[in-house]
């Protein structure tokens, strides 16, 4: 059936034809989509913002070949009436008719710590994992586990799932994991690299297998957003990443500083900050942010078009970051690489940042083709030259389809 035409929505017949609902929460967001069938094809997908400011709802919905966009300002007070609203939107645009349409509903969830080595599905234990973690996770575990509860209060008949940002990166050897701390104190606290993106990572990995035809893969996969990250996979496993406790380690990026000097954010408080003001500063106020007064790539890109000397700074610092992971993760791997990938909003969009990142690798040669660097894609593209020593690719990625086949292995 088509969608806006007064259809009574799909037909639920077999399981085949069942829908799965993706959720991505955060303090004053939800994320959604929905996927129809055995091959997820996308049939919504839109959001609530400003949750607890002033709100404003989207919805796409497929009508034919195409999307609809409904878009409306409106008051969400919270979390319980961002997901009333979702649901009761999905049902006046034919999204769905009965709640039993639906085989699961997967969530994205930060962190679990070791608790999980894979997506689960929800249960007590996986609910107080979520808010055991909430320490290193603040800023994110706290709202998923709200909107986990809250669906399986309203809809006590469709299974949750939780799948875990840090997951995939459980099989990091210790070596890579551990930190140069007193061991006691690290064990008791679980006080060690989990790594995040992990959903990310897993998806690109198994492109990867298919795009090379390879069952295993060796990668460094360089997932560059708003928050941005570098994992080594090795045999299609997590080896190393950048990111560590928190997602604060690693690289620049659009609002977090990364790698530092432990000892800044001790000076900071014998300098009268508390732990709250370190933590935003650390967090929300550095990175590009902090560098140039933007976090947006883009915008940072315009300034340096107009001869801003900050923004230069700022995104020569950025790409730098990403070169020097780059060239370690190929030493772990001893230069067994089958490929360099960018994902992710910066990496599979702004040509300037791969660009730049590429020439600051000396160690190797990461030569650009230029055309396939302006060519337009819509999953992959090869972009390096026959002059580089790997093969660099754009992949993009998608974290919800990751999360759709794995409440469909877990739900079916």
Not at 204 to 222: A, F, G, P, S
Request: glycine share 6%.
């Amino acid at each position: 059936s088509s969608l806006g035409n007064g259809s009574a929505g799909f037909v639920t017949v077999l399981y085949w034809h069942k829908k799965i609902l993706i959720i991505n929460a955060g303090s004053s967001s939800l994320k959604y989509k929905v996927f129809l069938g055995k091959n997820h094809k996308v049939i919504c997908y839109g959001l609530c913002e400003r949750i607890g400011i002033d709100g404003n709802f989207k919805i796409n919905c497929l009508n034919g070949k195409n999307f609809k966009t409904y878009e409306k300002k409106i008051n969400i007070k919270d979390h319980t009436e961002a997901i009333d609203l979702i649901l009761k939107q999905m049902k006046t645009h034919k999204i769905y008719d009965k709640i039993t349409e639906f085989s699961g509903i997967g969530h994205r969830v930060v962190n679990c710590g070791t608790a999980y080595t894979d997506s689960v599905l929800v249960n007590d234990k996986c609910l107080k994992v979520i808010k055991d973690h909430i320490p290193v996770a603040p800023l994110h575990n706290p709202h998923e586990l709200k909107v986990i509860k809250i669906f399986m209060k309203k809809l006590p008949k469709v299974k949750n799932v939780a799948a875990f940002d840090n997951s995939f990166h459980s099989t990091i050897p210790e070596i890579n994991y551990r930190y140069a701390i007193d061991k006691q104190l690290a064990d008791k606290w679980e006080i060690r690299k989990f790594g995040y993106h992990g959903i990310s990572y897993k998806y690109i990995t198994k492109q990867m297998e298919k795009i090379l035809h390879k069952k295993q893969v060796n990668l460094i996969v360089c997932h560059i957003g708003n928050g941005a990250s570098i994992s080594a996979i090795k045999n299609s496993k997590s080896y190393d990443t950048s990111m560590g406790l928190t997602p604060l380690e690693g690289l620049v990026m659009g609002t977090r500083c990364g790698d530092m000097d432990p000892s800044v954010a001790v000076f900071l408080m014998r300098k009268g900050m508390n732990d709250e003001q370190i933590d935003e500063t650390l967090n929300k106020k550095s990175g590009l942010q902090g560098l140039v007064g933007s976090s947006d790539v883009r915008d940072v890109c315009s300034k340096l078009d107009k001869g801003n000397k900050d923004a230069k700074l700022a995104l020569t610092m950025y790409v730098k970051r990403i070169a020097k992971y780059i060239v370690s993760y190929a030493n772990e791997l001893e230069g067994k690489v089958d490929a360099v990938v960018f994902t992710a909003g910066v990496g599979e969009n702004q040509n300037y940042i791969v660009n730049e990142t590429c020439k600051n690798i000396k160690l190797f040669n990461a030569e650009i083709n230029d055309k396939k660097l302006i060519e337009k894609y819509n999953d992959n593209i090869l972009i390096s030259s026959n002059n580089a020593t790997y093969p660099i690719y754009r992949v993009r990625t998608d974290e919800e389809l990751m999360i759709a086949n794995d409440v469909q292995n877990l739900t079916k």
